[in-house]
Protein backbone atom coordinates (compact mmCIF):
# COMPACT_ATOMS: atom_id res chain seq x y z
CA UNK A 1 0.00 0.00 0.00
CA UNK A 2 3.07 2.23 1.09
CA UNK A 3 4.19 1.62 -2.50
CA UNK A 4 0.99 2.61 -4.21
CA UNK A 5 0.48 6.07 -2.09
CA UNK A 6 4.38 6.98 -3.49
CA UNK A 7 3.38 6.17 -6.65
CA UNK A 8 0.64 8.61 -7.09
CA UNK A 9 2.37 11.58 -4.59
CA UNK A 10 4.92 11.05 -7.83
CA UNK A 11 2.45 11.07 -10.90
CA UNK A 12 0.37 13.86 -8.83
CA UNK A 13 3.33 15.85 -8.71
CA UNK A 14 3.89 15.65 -12.65
CA UNK A 15 0.31 16.29 -13.15
CA UNK A 16 0.16 19.35 -11.35
CA UNK A 17 3.32 20.55 -12.01
CA UNK A 18 5.04 23.38 -14.53
CA UNK A 19 3.78 21.32 -17.76
CA UNK A 20 -0.31 21.28 -16.54
CA UNK A 21 -0.44 24.63 -15.15
CA UNK A 22 0.92 25.82 -18.93
CA UNK A 23 -1.25 23.68 -20.60
CA UNK A 24 -4.80 25.08 -18.56
CA UNK A 25 -3.87 28.71 -18.53
CA UNK A 26 -2.31 28.49 -22.23
CA UNK A 27 -5.15 26.76 -23.36
CA UNK A 28 -7.65 29.39 -22.07
CA UNK A 29 -5.95 31.96 -22.74
CA UNK A 30 -5.42 30.49 -26.80
CA UNK A 31 -8.98 30.17 -26.60
CA UNK A 32 -9.91 33.49 -25.37
CA UNK A 33 -7.71 35.00 -28.27
CA UNK A 34 -9.30 33.12 -30.76
CA UNK A 35 -12.42 34.59 -29.49
CA UNK A 36 -11.44 37.97 -29.34
CA UNK A 37 -11.79 38.05 -25.14
CA UNK A 38 -15.97 37.21 -26.35
CA UNK A 39 -16.64 35.20 -23.06
CA UNK A 40 -15.27 37.97 -20.83
CA UNK A 41 -17.03 40.98 -23.30
CA UNK A 42 -20.40 39.17 -23.01
CA UNK A 43 -20.64 38.98 -19.19
CA UNK A 44 -23.82 40.75 -18.75
CA UNK A 45 -25.18 39.10 -21.96
CA UNK A 46 -24.27 36.09 -19.99
CA UNK A 47 -26.39 36.93 -17.01
CA UNK A 48 -29.11 37.99 -19.27
CA UNK A 49 -29.46 34.61 -20.53
CA UNK A 50 -29.18 32.56 -17.54
CA UNK A 51 -32.68 34.34 -16.69
CA UNK A 52 -33.97 33.39 -20.23
CA UNK A 53 -32.46 30.20 -20.30
CA UNK A 54 -35.42 29.64 -17.42
CA UNK A 55 -38.02 28.63 -20.40
CA UNK A 56 -36.70 27.14 -23.56
CA UNK A 57 -37.55 28.21 -26.71
CA UNK A 58 -40.16 25.72 -28.53
CA UNK A 59 -37.73 24.14 -31.26
CA UNK A 60 -35.53 23.38 -28.27
CA UNK A 61 -34.04 19.75 -27.50
CA UNK A 62 -33.12 18.19 -24.70
CA UNK A 63 -34.44 16.58 -20.83
CA UNK A 64 -34.25 19.95 -18.52
CA UNK A 65 -34.12 23.83 -19.19
CA UNK A 66 -30.83 25.16 -19.54
CA UNK A 67 -31.29 27.37 -16.17
CA UNK A 68 -31.36 23.45 -14.68
CA UNK A 69 -28.24 22.29 -16.30
CA UNK A 70 -26.42 25.25 -14.95
CA UNK A 71 -27.48 24.60 -11.69
CA UNK A 72 -26.48 20.95 -12.04
CA UNK A 73 -23.47 22.13 -12.70
CA UNK A 74 -22.71 25.00 -10.55
CA UNK A 75 -24.01 21.94 -7.70
CA UNK A 76 -20.84 19.63 -8.90
CA UNK A 77 -18.44 22.46 -8.69
CA UNK A 78 -19.95 24.61 -5.65
CA UNK A 79 -18.35 22.45 -3.49
CA UNK A 80 -15.86 22.24 -0.95
CA UNK A 81 -13.41 23.71 -3.23
CA UNK A 82 -14.97 26.88 -2.53
CA UNK A 83 -14.69 26.85 1.23
CA UNK A 84 -12.02 24.06 2.50
CA UNK A 85 -9.96 24.57 -0.98
CA UNK A 86 -9.45 28.08 -0.72
CA UNK A 87 -8.45 27.82 2.59
CA UNK A 88 -6.04 25.29 1.54
CA UNK A 89 -4.50 27.40 -1.26
CA UNK A 90 -4.08 30.72 1.04
CA UNK A 91 -2.51 28.53 4.05
CA UNK A 92 0.00 26.91 1.78
CA UNK A 93 0.23 29.10 -1.35
CA UNK A 94 -0.26 32.41 0.46
CA UNK A 95 -2.76 35.07 -0.23
CA UNK A 96 -1.35 35.84 -3.76
CA UNK A 97 -2.88 31.85 -4.53
CA UNK A 98 -6.25 33.97 -5.03
CA UNK A 99 -4.42 35.85 -7.55
CA UNK A 100 -4.00 32.83 -9.72
CA UNK A 101 -7.52 31.51 -9.02
CA UNK A 102 -8.83 34.90 -10.85
CA UNK A 103 -6.50 34.34 -13.60
CA UNK A 104 -7.31 30.53 -14.02
CA UNK A 105 -11.31 31.69 -13.36
CA UNK A 106 -11.09 34.19 -16.24
CA UNK A 107 -9.31 32.38 -18.73
CA UNK A 108 -11.22 29.17 -18.05
CA UNK A 109 -14.25 31.05 -18.88
CA UNK A 110 -13.40 30.19 -22.00
CA UNK A 111 -12.32 27.21 -21.60
CA UNK A 112 -15.66 26.22 -19.99
CA UNK A 113 -17.59 28.03 -23.06
CA UNK A 114 -15.83 25.97 -25.61
CA UNK A 115 -16.38 22.52 -23.63
CA UNK A 116 -20.28 23.15 -23.66
CA UNK A 117 -20.41 24.24 -27.08
CA UNK A 118 -18.34 21.10 -28.12
CA UNK A 119 -20.55 19.04 -26.37
CA UNK A 120 -23.51 20.57 -27.28
CA UNK A 121 -22.47 20.08 -30.89
CA UNK A 122 -21.49 16.77 -31.04
CA UNK A 123 -24.36 15.43 -28.48
CA UNK A 124 -26.08 11.83 -29.04
CA UNK A 125 -29.54 10.73 -28.39
CA UNK A 126 -28.91 7.42 -26.21
CA UNK A 127 -31.12 4.02 -26.48
CA UNK A 128 -33.55 5.54 -23.50
CA UNK A 129 -34.46 8.89 -26.01
CA UNK A 130 -31.65 10.97 -23.81
CA UNK A 131 -29.66 13.47 -25.02
CA UNK A 132 -25.44 13.01 -24.01
CA UNK A 133 -22.84 14.69 -24.36
CA UNK A 134 -19.00 15.84 -23.02
CA UNK A 135 -15.88 15.74 -24.12
CA UNK A 136 -15.68 11.68 -24.78
CA UNK A 137 -18.73 12.38 -27.14
CA UNK A 138 -16.99 15.66 -28.88
CA UNK A 139 -13.82 13.91 -29.18
CA UNK A 140 -16.14 10.69 -30.86
CA UNK A 141 -18.06 12.74 -33.27
CA UNK A 142 -16.10 15.62 -33.48
CA UNK A 143 -12.36 14.32 -34.19
CA UNK A 144 -12.72 10.69 -35.51
CA UNK A 145 -12.26 6.84 -35.04
CA UNK A 146 -8.52 7.46 -34.62
CA UNK A 147 -8.92 9.72 -32.07
CA UNK A 148 -11.39 6.69 -29.74
CA UNK A 149 -8.90 5.66 -27.21
CA UNK A 150 -9.15 9.50 -26.05
CA UNK A 151 -12.93 9.64 -25.54
CA UNK A 152 -12.24 6.44 -23.81
CA UNK A 153 -9.41 8.08 -21.45
CA UNK A 154 -11.60 10.53 -20.56
CA UNK A 155 -14.58 8.68 -19.49
CA UNK A 156 -12.35 6.14 -17.80
CA UNK A 157 -10.49 9.01 -15.77
CA UNK A 158 -13.90 10.71 -15.29
CA UNK A 159 -15.66 7.51 -14.18
CA UNK A 160 -13.53 6.79 -11.38
CA UNK A 161 -12.42 10.20 -9.93
CA UNK A 162 -16.55 10.61 -9.68
CA UNK A 163 -16.44 8.46 -6.79
CA UNK A 164 -13.62 10.38 -5.19
CA UNK A 165 -13.83 13.86 -5.54
CA UNK A 166 -17.59 14.06 -6.41
CA UNK A 167 -18.23 11.35 -3.99
CA UNK A 168 -16.52 9.97 -1.10
CA UNK A 169 -14.39 12.79 -0.26
CA UNK A 170 -17.51 15.48 -0.13
CA UNK A 171 -19.44 12.76 2.32
CA UNK A 172 -16.48 13.04 4.10
CA UNK A 173 -15.80 16.32 4.04
CA UNK A 174 -19.61 16.75 5.74
CA UNK A 175 -19.97 14.69 7.84
CA UNK A 176 -16.32 15.33 9.30
CA UNK A 177 -17.87 18.57 9.64
CA UNK A 178 -20.99 18.02 11.36
CA UNK A 179 -19.10 16.01 14.33
CA UNK A 180 -16.64 18.72 14.70
CA UNK A 181 -19.76 21.44 14.85
CA UNK A 182 -22.40 19.61 16.37
CA UNK A 183 -21.06 15.98 17.68
CA UNK A 184 -23.17 13.86 15.63
CA UNK A 185 -21.40 10.68 14.63
CA UNK A 186 -19.98 10.17 11.17
CA UNK A 187 -22.10 6.83 10.98
CA UNK A 188 -25.59 8.92 11.38
CA UNK A 189 -24.48 11.29 8.58
CA UNK A 190 -23.45 8.89 6.53
CA UNK A 191 -27.07 6.79 6.84
CA UNK A 192 -28.58 10.02 6.28
CA UNK A 193 -26.80 11.64 3.11
CA UNK A 194 -26.98 7.53 1.93
CA UNK A 195 -30.92 7.72 1.95
CA UNK A 196 -30.79 11.26 0.56
CA UNK A 197 -28.50 11.26 -2.07
CA UNK A 198 -30.39 7.56 -3.16
CA UNK A 199 -33.90 9.53 -3.46
CA UNK A 200 -32.05 11.94 -5.67
CA UNK A 201 -29.85 10.19 -7.36
CA UNK A 202 -32.25 6.75 -9.16
CA UNK A 203 -34.12 9.54 -10.06
CA UNK A 204 -32.03 10.77 -12.79
CA UNK A 205 -31.07 13.72 -14.85
CA UNK A 206 -34.56 15.35 -14.41
CA UNK A 207 -34.76 14.63 -10.39
CA UNK A 208 -30.85 16.14 -10.15
CA UNK A 209 -31.93 19.27 -12.14
CA UNK A 210 -35.22 19.54 -9.99
CA UNK A 211 -33.69 19.59 -7.03
CA UNK A 212 -30.61 21.52 -8.28
CA UNK A 213 -32.53 24.25 -9.56
CA UNK A 214 -33.95 24.91 -6.18
CA UNK A 215 -31.55 23.85 -3.98
CA UNK A 216 -28.25 25.72 -5.53
CA UNK A 217 -29.59 29.44 -5.56
CA UNK A 218 -30.93 28.98 -1.90
CA UNK A 219 -27.63 27.96 -0.85
CA UNK A 220 -25.71 30.79 -2.60
CA UNK A 221 -27.75 33.21 -1.11
CA UNK A 222 -27.45 31.97 2.63
CA UNK A 223 -23.32 31.77 2.01
CA UNK A 224 -22.89 35.36 0.41
CA UNK A 225 -24.67 37.11 2.82
CA UNK A 226 -23.11 34.98 5.75
CA UNK A 227 -19.88 36.01 4.22
CA UNK A 228 -21.35 39.76 3.89
CA UNK A 229 -21.22 39.68 7.65
CA UNK A 230 -18.16 38.84 8.05
CA UNK A 231 -16.79 41.25 5.59
CA UNK A 232 -19.08 44.15 6.85
CA UNK A 233 -17.09 43.27 10.19
CA UNK A 234 -14.05 43.92 9.10
CA UNK A 235 -14.55 46.13 5.69
CA UNK A 236 -11.71 48.56 6.76
CA UNK A 237 -9.04 46.00 6.16
CA UNK A 238 -10.64 44.53 2.99
CA UNK A 239 -8.36 47.56 1.01
CA UNK A 240 -5.66 46.07 2.48
CA UNK A 241 -6.22 42.44 1.93
CA UNK A 242 -6.74 43.19 -1.46
CA UNK A 243 -3.35 44.80 -1.61
CA UNK A 244 -1.30 41.70 -0.08
CA UNK A 245 -3.44 39.59 -2.92
CA UNK A 246 -1.81 41.32 -5.39
CA UNK A 247 1.59 42.08 -3.99
CA UNK A 248 2.19 38.62 -2.94
CA UNK A 249 1.06 37.05 -6.18
CA UNK A 250 4.62 38.78 -7.78
CA UNK A 251 6.67 38.40 -4.77
CA UNK A 252 5.78 35.69 -2.96
CA UNK A 253 4.62 35.50 1.22
CA UNK A 254 7.06 36.24 4.63
CA UNK A 255 6.19 33.84 6.81
CA UNK A 256 4.30 35.09 9.81
CA UNK A 257 2.50 33.62 12.70
CA UNK A 258 1.80 30.01 11.70
CA UNK A 259 1.95 31.04 7.94
CA UNK A 260 5.25 29.25 6.94
CA UNK A 261 5.85 31.47 3.59
CA UNK A 262 5.27 30.57 0.34
CA UNK A 263 7.37 31.41 -3.28
CA UNK A 264 5.97 32.73 -6.60
CA UNK A 265 5.65 29.24 -7.87
CA UNK A 266 3.69 27.88 -4.80
CA UNK A 267 1.47 30.56 -4.98
CA UNK A 268 0.85 29.61 -8.63
CA UNK A 269 0.34 25.84 -8.07
CA UNK A 270 -1.44 26.06 -5.31
CA UNK A 271 -4.05 28.82 -7.25
CA UNK A 272 -4.12 27.00 -10.22
CA UNK A 273 -4.84 23.56 -8.73
CA UNK A 274 -7.14 24.64 -6.65
CA UNK A 275 -9.12 26.89 -8.77
CA UNK A 276 -9.56 23.86 -11.37
CA UNK A 277 -10.53 21.93 -8.34
CA UNK A 278 -13.49 24.13 -7.53
CA UNK A 279 -14.77 25.48 -10.93
CA UNK A 280 -13.77 22.46 -12.97
CA UNK A 281 -12.63 24.65 -15.63
CA UNK A 282 -10.43 22.26 -18.16
CA UNK A 283 -12.30 19.00 -17.05
CA UNK A 284 -15.03 19.00 -19.67
CA UNK A 285 -17.61 18.26 -17.09
CA UNK A 286 -19.81 21.07 -17.44
CA UNK A 287 -20.24 20.03 -21.09
CA UNK A 288 -21.96 16.54 -19.56
CA UNK A 289 -24.70 18.29 -18.13
CA UNK A 290 -25.02 21.46 -20.40
CA UNK A 291 -25.95 18.72 -22.64
CA UNK A 292 -28.77 17.36 -21.38
CA UNK A 293 -30.31 20.50 -21.55
CA UNK A 294 -33.13 22.02 -24.05
CA UNK A 295 -31.43 24.36 -26.51
CA UNK A 296 -31.99 25.19 -30.32
CA UNK A 297 -27.83 26.57 -30.56
CA UNK A 298 -24.81 25.07 -28.74
CA UNK A 299 -23.24 28.78 -28.23
CA UNK A 300 -26.23 29.79 -26.46
CA UNK A 301 -25.46 26.88 -23.92
CA UNK A 302 -22.41 27.51 -23.85
CA UNK A 303 -22.71 31.00 -22.85
CA UNK A 304 -24.49 29.64 -19.75
CA UNK A 305 -22.28 27.37 -19.23
CA UNK A 306 -19.29 30.09 -18.91
CA UNK A 307 -21.11 31.93 -15.90
CA UNK A 308 -21.12 28.94 -14.40
CA UNK A 309 -16.90 29.71 -13.36
CA UNK A 310 -17.34 33.36 -12.94
CA UNK A 311 -20.12 32.59 -10.23
CA UNK A 312 -17.69 30.27 -8.69
CA UNK A 313 -14.66 31.51 -8.62
CA UNK A 314 -14.87 35.38 -9.47
CA UNK A 315 -17.75 35.63 -6.69
CA UNK A 316 -18.17 33.04 -4.40
CA UNK A 317 -14.02 31.85 -3.58
CA UNK A 318 -13.38 35.57 -3.64
CA UNK A 319 -15.79 36.53 -0.94
CA UNK A 320 -14.30 33.19 0.99
CA UNK A 321 -10.68 34.23 0.26
CA UNK A 322 -11.62 38.10 1.22
CA UNK A 323 -12.95 36.71 4.51
CA UNK A 324 -9.74 34.30 5.60
CA UNK A 325 -7.72 37.65 4.42
CA UNK A 326 -9.54 40.59 6.40
CA UNK A 327 -10.23 38.85 9.78
CA UNK A 328 -6.35 38.13 10.00
CA UNK A 329 -6.72 34.31 10.55
CA UNK A 330 -4.97 33.04 7.55
CA UNK A 331 -1.76 33.52 9.42
CA UNK A 332 -2.95 30.98 11.86
CA UNK A 333 -1.19 27.60 10.83
CA UNK A 334 -4.55 26.22 10.33
CA UNK A 335 -5.87 25.17 7.05
CA UNK A 336 -8.71 23.92 4.68
CA UNK A 337 -12.20 23.80 6.44
CA UNK A 338 -11.30 24.62 9.85
CA UNK A 339 -9.51 27.86 8.71
CA UNK A 340 -12.58 29.08 6.54
CA UNK A 341 -14.75 28.14 9.85
CA UNK A 342 -12.03 30.37 11.84
CA UNK A 343 -12.77 33.54 10.09
CA UNK A 344 -16.41 33.17 10.66
CA UNK A 345 -16.15 32.61 14.34
CA UNK A 346 -14.04 35.92 14.14
CA UNK A 347 -16.99 37.95 12.93
CA UNK A 348 -19.50 35.45 14.77
CA UNK A 349 -18.50 33.94 17.97
CA UNK A 350 -20.15 31.58 19.29
CA UNK A 351 -22.53 30.62 15.91
CA UNK A 352 -20.14 31.45 12.83
CA UNK A 353 -18.84 27.31 12.82
CA UNK A 354 -22.65 26.70 12.72
CA UNK A 355 -23.10 28.76 9.99
CA UNK A 356 -20.29 27.65 7.80
CA UNK A 357 -20.88 23.88 9.04
CA UNK A 358 -24.19 24.04 7.25
CA UNK A 359 -23.06 25.86 3.96
CA UNK A 360 -20.30 23.03 3.44
CA UNK A 361 -22.97 20.70 4.15
CA UNK A 362 -25.23 22.29 1.29
CA UNK A 363 -21.86 22.86 -1.08
CA UNK A 364 -20.78 19.37 -0.90
CA UNK A 365 -23.96 17.47 -0.96
CA UNK A 366 -25.11 19.34 -4.04
CA UNK A 367 -22.00 18.12 -5.13
CA UNK A 368 -22.62 14.38 -4.74
CA UNK A 369 -25.71 15.07 -6.73
CA UNK A 370 -24.24 16.93 -9.77
CA UNK A 371 -20.96 14.27 -10.12
CA UNK A 372 -23.34 11.21 -10.00
CA UNK A 373 -24.77 12.68 -13.13
CA UNK A 374 -21.06 13.06 -14.37
CA UNK A 375 -19.76 9.79 -13.51
CA UNK A 376 -22.87 7.85 -14.95
CA UNK A 377 -22.37 9.31 -18.32
CA UNK A 378 -18.62 8.39 -18.35
CA UNK A 379 -19.47 4.92 -17.51
CA UNK A 380 -22.43 5.02 -20.02
CA UNK A 381 -20.00 5.73 -22.99
CA UNK A 382 -17.69 2.79 -21.45
CA UNK A 383 -20.37 0.12 -21.01
CA UNK A 384 -24.10 1.13 -22.61
CA UNK A 385 -27.13 2.33 -20.60
CA UNK A 386 -27.13 -0.94 -18.85
CA UNK A 387 -25.20 0.71 -16.59
CA UNK A 388 -27.68 3.20 -15.33
CA UNK A 389 -28.95 1.51 -12.37
CA UNK A 390 -25.92 -0.65 -11.10
CA UNK A 391 -24.28 2.62 -11.25
CA UNK A 392 -26.46 4.62 -9.51
CA UNK A 393 -26.84 2.02 -6.59
CA UNK A 394 -23.29 1.74 -6.26
CA UNK A 395 -22.88 5.65 -5.68
CA UNK A 396 -25.74 5.72 -3.10
CA UNK A 397 -23.83 3.39 -0.90
CA UNK A 398 -20.28 4.75 -1.81
CA UNK A 399 -21.72 7.71 0.04
CA UNK A 400 -22.51 5.73 3.20
CA UNK A 401 -18.31 4.40 3.39
CA UNK A 402 -17.14 7.75 2.32
CA UNK A 403 -18.50 9.37 5.50
CA UNK A 404 -17.09 7.02 7.76
CA UNK A 405 -13.65 6.19 6.38
CA UNK A 406 -10.69 7.75 6.17
CA UNK A 407 -10.43 9.34 3.11
CA UNK A 408 -6.32 11.24 2.61
CA UNK A 409 -5.15 8.70 0.35
CA UNK A 410 -8.33 9.30 -1.62
CA UNK A 411 -8.07 12.62 -1.59
CA UNK A 412 -4.75 12.00 -3.59
CA UNK A 413 -6.24 9.92 -5.81
CA UNK A 414 -8.94 12.28 -6.91
CA UNK A 415 -6.53 15.47 -7.49
CA UNK A 416 -4.76 13.11 -9.49
CA UNK A 417 -7.53 12.05 -11.70
CA UNK A 418 -8.73 15.70 -12.27
CA UNK A 419 -5.79 16.33 -13.96
CA UNK A 420 -5.56 13.17 -15.68
CA UNK A 421 -9.04 13.72 -17.10
CA UNK A 422 -7.86 17.44 -18.29
CA UNK A 423 -5.74 16.41 -20.41
CA UNK A 424 -8.22 14.56 -23.20
CA UNK A 425 -10.56 17.72 -22.94
CA UNK A 426 -7.99 20.20 -23.20
CA UNK A 427 -6.55 18.44 -26.19
CA UNK A 428 -9.91 18.28 -28.31
CA UNK A 429 -10.71 21.80 -27.45
CA UNK A 430 -7.46 22.72 -29.17
CA UNK A 431 -7.89 20.41 -32.08
CA UNK A 432 -11.80 21.43 -32.64
CA UNK A 433 -10.92 25.08 -31.51
CA UNK A 434 -11.67 26.73 -35.53
CA UNK A 435 -15.18 24.63 -35.10
CA UNK A 436 -15.97 26.55 -32.12
CA UNK A 437 -14.59 29.97 -33.45
CA UNK A 438 -16.78 29.25 -36.27
CA UNK A 439 -19.78 28.67 -33.95
CA UNK A 440 -19.88 31.50 -32.18
CA UNK A 441 -19.20 34.34 -34.91
CA UNK A 442 -21.95 32.78 -36.70
CA UNK A 443 -24.29 33.22 -33.59
CA UNK A 444 -22.91 36.77 -32.71
CA UNK A 445 -23.04 37.80 -36.33
CA UNK A 446 -25.79 40.82 -37.54
CA UNK A 447 -29.10 38.62 -37.88
CA UNK A 448 -27.73 35.58 -35.81
CA UNK A 449 -29.66 34.49 -32.89
CA UNK A 450 -27.25 36.04 -30.48
CA UNK A 451 -26.35 39.43 -33.06
CA UNK A 452 -30.03 40.68 -33.01
Known amino acids: MELIHDFFNWLNGIVWGVPMIVLIIGTGFYLQLRLGFMPIRKLVYGFRMIWKSRTPGADSEGEITPYAALMTALSATIGTGNIAGVATAIAVGGPGALFWMWVTAFVGMATKYAEVVVAVKYREVDDKGEHVGGPMFAIKNGLGRNWAWLATAFAFFGGLAGFGIGNMVQANGIASAVQNAFGIETWISGVVMTVLTGLVVLGGIRRIGAVAERVVPFMAVVYLVSVAVVLAVFAENIPAAFA ?65 TFIDTIIICTLTGLAIMVTGVWTSGETGAMLSSSAFEAAMPGYGKYVLTICLALFAFTTILGWAYYAEKCWEFLLGTISEIPFRVLWTVAVFFGATLSLDFAWLVADTLNALMAIPNLISLLLLSPIIVKLTRDYFAPGGEGGN
Open 244 to 308: TIFTDAFTGTAAAGGFLGATILMAMQKGVARGIFSNEAGLGTAGIAQASGSTSNPVFSGVIGMMG
